[in-house]
């Protein structure tokens, strides 16, 4: 998106990433990354930054798995 563009979609408030993160988007984001998802794969699912989506699983209480590929036994 060009910059323009971004500055206007965040004008008219339709910006996803700009927008407030409500109770059932945060209770998702929760079970989506207990099911195992990655805070990056939640972060392109529902369209907000990795930023947003680890603020709320650390608000949430939950503990983050480290990053990167689970290592093979």
Do not use: F, W
């Amino acid at each position: 998106m060009k910059k323009e563009n971004a500055a206007l979609h965040h004008y008219r408030g339709l910006d996803p990433a700009r927008r407030r993160l409500n109770s059932t988007d945060r209770a998702q984001i929760v079970v989506l990354y207990d099911h195992g998802l990655s805070t990056a794969a939640i972060s392109r699912h529902l369209d907000i930054g990795k930023a947003t989506v680890n603020a709320a699983l650390r608000a949430a209480g939950v503990s983050l798995r480290p990053r990167g590929r689970p290592q093979s036994m």
